[in-house]
């Protein structure tokens, strides 16, 4: 048996016309256009492409949006008195502190800064508690926990008395995935780091969340012929790639594995380091030297691939409907945040 693929990229695209023709409609009837503010703190790479996908997503759905960039020096005042800002901002209807913030700034705090009424990931504390609670409904739920429950929705899994088992308890994805299954009444296991044999605790699931960030853990023994399987990972595996070598970084002594630019190769690669032909020394992506340009030197590649949690090709022949890894719960994730802030912008406008 073959399980049938549950499309992210498209139950996404649904998502974002929906918010689109929703955003028209609010603009048309109150003349309030919905605005998000993004807050990235610090360089990291991996942040600033996020950001900069969600501003493009705000662009295409008719949302505005406000970036905030600030230096990574910046201190926890001043990081919170720009939320403090945008809190009493009336074309902000939701705020999105990009996570991991800098080494040094308080997280937890600056969360709690974020107007509850404003909290379009839903990471405040008063929206995580009253997802938890029963008969109470938070202002907004995380949006890739929510969008996993969309994605199990348009594959028809029951959730009333169903097994559910969440891989992972972090507070942006496993927790709440666990409350929100508890919500539609499955009868749930929270998995971590100290569960003891998990393969037969997973097998129990009629309904499988895997959020732990180990590459391909799920393996198809896990699982229970016909379950419906999320796989929420994002992991990179490294590929040998034929023109691989080593490499000694001459500034740090690191040993590297990688091959030089090959323009034919297309995606899956990430920077390991750098060449200098003339003097044949070799630098690690991490160890430039201080005041040594990277112009002129020829770049050195990894080659790698993105797998989810699941081992995906192994389960798909037990699951009966699965994610894939990219394209699942991925696309989700900005879907649900645009959906979330225009929900803010429609309580601010009394609709
Ligand atoms: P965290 O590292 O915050 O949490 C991982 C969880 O997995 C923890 O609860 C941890 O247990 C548990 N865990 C770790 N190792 C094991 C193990 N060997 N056995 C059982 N449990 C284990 O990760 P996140 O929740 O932030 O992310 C999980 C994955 O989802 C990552 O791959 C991440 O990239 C991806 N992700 C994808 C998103 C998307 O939009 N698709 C959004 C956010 C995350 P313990 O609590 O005991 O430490």
Redesign the pocket.
């Known amino acids: 048996m073959t399980a049938e693929l549950i499309d992210g990229v498209a139950i996404a695209g649904r998502v974002r016309a929906d918010v689109a023709v929703g955003v028209e409609k609010l603009v048309a009837d109150t003349g309030v256009t919905p605005g998000l503010a993004t807050v990235l703190v610090g360089e990291n790479a991996a942040s600033q492409t996020y950001v900069r996908a969600k501003r493009k997503a705000c662009a295409e759905v008719g949302i505005q949006s406000f970036g905030h960039e600030l230096p990574a020096t910046s201190t926890q005042q001043e990081v919170e008195a720009l939320v403090r800002d945008l809190n009493a901002d009336a074309r902000v209807h939701g705020i999105l502190v990009q996570l991991p913030l800098p080494d040094g700034l308080d997280e937890e705090a600056v969360l709690a800064a974020i107007s509850i009424e404003k909290d379009v990931d839903g990471f405040h504390p008063i929206n995580i508690g009253k997802l938890g609670m029963k008969g109470r409904d938070p202002l907004f739920v995380p949006c890739?926990p929510d969008?996993c429950m969309r994605l199990l929705e348009e594959a028809g899994a029951q959730f009333s008395g169903a097994n559910a088992v969440v891989?992972?308890?972090?507070n942006?994805?496993?927790l709440p995935a666990a409350m929100l299954l508890l919500k539609r009444d499955a009868t749930l296991t929270v998995?971590?780091?100290?569960?003891k044999d998990?393969p037969t605790v997973c097998r129990r699931a009629d309904i499988l969340i895997a959020?732990?960030?180990?590459g391909e853990?799920v393996k198809a023994d896990w699982v229970k012929p016909g379950a419906h399987v999320i796989d929420?990972?994002?992991?990179n595996k490294w590929l040998e790639h034929p023109a691989d070598r080593e490499f000694t970084c001459a500034a740090s002594g690191e040993i590297f594995t990688a091959h030089r630019q090959d323009e034919s190769e297309k995606g899956g690669r990430k920077r390991a380091g750098y060449l200098d032909e003339k003097s044949g020394a070799a630098y690690s992506r991490e160890h430039l030297p201080e005041g040594q340009s990277a112009e002129g030197l020829v770049k050195l590649f990894r080659k790698y691939k993105l797998v989810g949690?699941v081992d995906f090709e192994a389960v798909k022949e037990v699951a009966g409907h699965i994610t894939p890894v990219p394209g699942g719960?991925?696309p989700?994730?900005i879907a649900q945040l645009l959906s979330n802030t225009l929900r803010g912008a429609r309580a601010a406008a009394g609709k």
């Open positions: 890739t969008g891989l992972g308890r972090s942006i994805v496993g998995c971590h780091s100290r569960t998990l959020a732990v960030g180990w853990m929420v990972g994002i992991n949690d719960v991925g989700m994730t």
